[in-house]
C-alpha cells in the first residue's frame, strides 16, 4: 500500500478525520484524487502522513503559514531527521519520531489487514477474522464499551489477543459505509416495558 485514505491516514496518525479533511482544505498536504466510478478518493502518500503526525504531535498551534511550509520541506525530504524553518533558522522541527511512528503504524494497519477478510459469501461482506464468522466491528465496539482483551477472548476462543487489540484500528482505517458513527441505543437501558392482552394484538394485526 503506497497510497491511503483521510480515514487510514487519521487511523495511523492518531488525528481526529475532521482534522485530517480541515489539512487537505487548507492545502498543507496535497493529495492525489482518483475516481471510482461515481466516487471521488482524496489519496495521500506516506510523507503527507509524516506531515500529519506531526501535526498530531502539537504542530496545529502554529500559524497556517508556518505549518504549509513545514509540509512543504516534509515532502520534499521525508527522510531528515531535524528541519530548519524559517529565517535564521529559528524554528526546529524533530521529523525522526514522527517517521518513526508512522512506519511501525503502518506496518500494523497492513499486519490487521491480513487478518482480515470481506466476502460476499460470509456475513454479506462484513469484514471478519480470517477462519471465523465474528466481525471486527464487534470486537471494535466491545471494547469501545469496556470490555476486556480476556473477557472477549473468553467468549470467543477462536480469536488472539493481537487480533483483538487491532480491531479498533481497522475500523478506524476502514470505517464501514452507512454505519453510523454513533449509536444513541448503545449503553442505555429500556425506559420500560408496556404489555398488552393477546386478543389487543391479534385485532390490531
Not at 503527507?48 to 516534509?74: D, F, K, M, N
Not at 531528515?80 to 517517521?99: H, M, P, Q, W, Y
Amino acid at each position: 500500500m503506497d497510497e491511503y485514505t483521510p480515514a487510514q491516514a487519521a487511523a495511523v496518525t492518531g488525528l481526529p478525520l475532521a482534522a485530517v479533511h480541515k489539512a487537505i482544505d487548507n492545502r498543507l498536504v496535497r493529495p492525489r484524487s482518483a475516481r471510482s466510478g461515481a466516487t471521488v478518493q482524496r489519496l495521500l502518500t506516506k510523507e503527507h502522513l509524516i506531515y500529519l503526525q506531526l501535526e498530531a504531535e502539537g504542530l496545529r498551534l502554529l500559524p497556517v503559514g508556518t505549518r504549509r511550509g513545514i509540509a512543504e520541506s516534509v515532502q520534499r525530504s521525508p527522510k531528515t531527521d531535524v528541519l530548519a524553518i524559517g529565517n535564521g533558522n529559528a524554528l526546529f522541527v524533530e521529523c525522526k519520531s514522527a517517521r518513526r511512528k508512522v512506519e511501525k503504524q503502518l506496518k500494523q494497519l497492513s499486519h490487521i489487514e491480513e487478518m482480515v477478510v470481506s466476502d460476499p459469501e460470509i456475513m454479506r461482506g462484513t469484514p471478519v477474522f480470517k477462519g471465523t464468522r465474528i466481525p471486527v466491528d464487534l470486537v471494535a465496539d466491545m471494547l469501545a464499551q469496556g470490555a476486556t482483551g480476556d473477557e472477549i477472548l473468553e467468549g470467543y476462543p477462536t480469536l488472539s489477543k493481537e487480533k483483538i487489540a487491532m480491531a479498533p484500528l481497522y475500523m478506524r482505517a476502514f470505517p464501514r459505509r452507512g454505519r453510523p458513527s454513533r449509536r444513541p441505543w448503545q449503553g442505555k437501558k429500556a425506559q420500560g416495558r408496556k404489555s398488552y392482552p393477546l386478543s389487543t394484538l391479534l385485532r390490531s394485526a
